[in-house]
């Protein structure tokens, strides 16, 4: 079972820039599609960008298109949300996510492993 804890969380002004991490336990990082989602309160989580395992494929959000990049180093089993322009909108808990089924694709509906998540807050 993989374990997820994502670390980069904090307070920025709109604007502003944060860059989260995820760092997978386990030796079979490498083989899946890793994913960001969000839940801000009162709301139900929602998918933000996701990556391959060989970086080939990517998808994001129409909300975060051109704001955040996603990206992966499989040699140290993390993977990263790069957030520019933030919003105040953009202010939830955000978790990482690894795709359990599909090697080589990204499938919003198919993951399953979740990290504790990390509080990100954009003030205006």
């Known amino acids: 079972q993989v374990q997820l804890v994502e670390s980069g969380g904090g307070l920025v002004q709109a604007g502003g820039s944060l860059r989260l991490s995820c760092t997978a336990s386990?030796?079979?990082?490498?083989?899946?599609?890793m994913g960001w989602f969000r839940q801000a309160p009162g709301k139900e989580r929602e998918f933000v960008a996701a990556?391959?395992?060989?970086?080939?494929?990517?998808l994001y959000a129409d909300s975060v298109k051109g704001r955040f990049t996603i990206s992966r180093d499989n040699a140290e089993n993390t993977v990263y949300l790069q957030m520019n322009s933030l919003k105040p909108e953009d202010s939830a808990v955000y978790y990482c996510?690894?795709?359990?089924?599909?090697?080589?694709?990204?499938?919003?509906?198919?993951?399953?492993?979740w990290g504790r998540g990390t509080q990100v807050t954009v003030s205006s």
């Open positions: 386990g030796r079979t990082f490498s083989r899946y599609t």
């Open positions: 996510s690894r795709q359990e089924t599909g090697i080589g694709v990204v499938a919003v509906d198919r993951f399953g492993s």
């Open positions: 990556m391959t395992w060989t970086g080939g494929t990517t």
